[in-house]
């Protein structure tokens, strides 16, 4: 008998679940107090509160559509022909204008450069992927020496 004939004829048996699981407590009662509490994770909700001990930021709202031309525009860029950045970046502008208006709302951000662009998905620790890690190193290792 094959492998497939095996499983296709193994048969699950059932199981009591345990008591003391069926009247355990969920974290939320309800999907409205689940985002609530999700809500309150979100970085421009506590982002005032540690101002004084991160990186200087600016919040930029985003509505469905321009996250929709995000990730569009993302595919296009990774999909397109061209081998240059500049002018894929022109292509995506030019198929999604909003993207070129996104681009020109972090350009006007008074934030020295490089910057980390840090959706709610994303982490902070996540910007040392994305930056350059020479120059990371050695500020990291002066500031070590600080303290």
């Known amino acids: 008998m ?4 095996q499983l296709k004829s193994a048969r ?3 199981i009591q679940q345990p008591k003391e699981k069926i009247n355990e407590q969920l974290l939320c009662p309800d999907s409205d107090t689940y985002r609530k509490m999700m809500n309150e994770t979100q970085f421009e909700y506590y982002y005032d509160i540690i101002k004084q001990w991160t990186f200087p930021s600016a919040i930029l709202s985003m509505n469905e559509d ?19 950045d500049d002018k894929k970046t022109e ?8 993207l070129f208006k996104l681009s020109n ?3 006007t951000c008074d934030i020295q450069r490089p910057i ?8 902070p620790k996540d910007a040392i992927l994305l930056l350059n890690k020479e120059k ?9 020496i600080d303290v």
Do not use: W
């Open 136 to 144: 990371f190193k050695r500020l990291f290792q002066k500031n070590v």
């Open 105 to 107: 709302a972090i350009d």
């Open 66 to 84: 321009d996250i929709r031309a995000l990730h569009n525009g993302h595919l296009l860029f990774k999909n397109s022909s061209l081998d240059d």
């Open 12 to 14: 699950l048996r059932s």
């Open 91 to 98: 292509e995506c502008f030019q198929q999604y204008p909003q």
């Open 2 to 5: 094959s492998f497939a004939d």
């Open 116 to 123: 980390f662009v840090r959706l709610s998905t994303r982490s």
